[in-house]
């Protein structure tokens, strides 16, 4: 019963912003550290952005300065806002979930696909 649900990708021009959201449901949401991952065709998955239960946030030298992750405990929500897209910047991004920090990240969404032009 535990699901995470990615949406917002879509097709955007380079310079351009999305934000993406995943909405969390199953479990005890506050509890649990968040993160961003994504994938392109030929390349293996990379974590983009992270959020601890206790709300700080690291992410991955490529996307610093230009994306932010935020959750809400309250909605059960976890969004990344994506500004000054790079066509690299395309790939599928999937939302994750994981109990403990020390943890693999277990907890998985279908994913969003966002594309840069």
């Known amino acids: 019963h535990v699901q995470l649900v990615e949406s917002g990708g879509a097709l955007v021009q380079a310079g351009g912003s999305l934000r993406l959201s995943c909405a969390a449901s199953g479990f005890e949401f506050s509890d649990y550290c968040m993160g961003w991952f994504r994938q392109a065709p030929g390349k293996e998955r990379e974590g983009v952005a992270y959020i601890g239960r206790d709300g700080v946030t690291t992410y991955a030298d490529s996307v610093k300065g230009r994306f932010t992750n935020s959750k809400d405990n309250a909605k059960n929500t976890f969004d990344l806002q994506m500004n000054s897209l790079k066509l690299e910047d395309t790939a599928m991004y999937y939302c994750?979930?994981?109990?403990?920090?020390?943890?693999?990240?277990?907890?998985w969404g279908q994913g969003t696909q966002v594309t840069v032009s």
């Open positions: 994750a979930a994981k109990r403990w920090s020390w943890a693999q990240y277990n907890y």
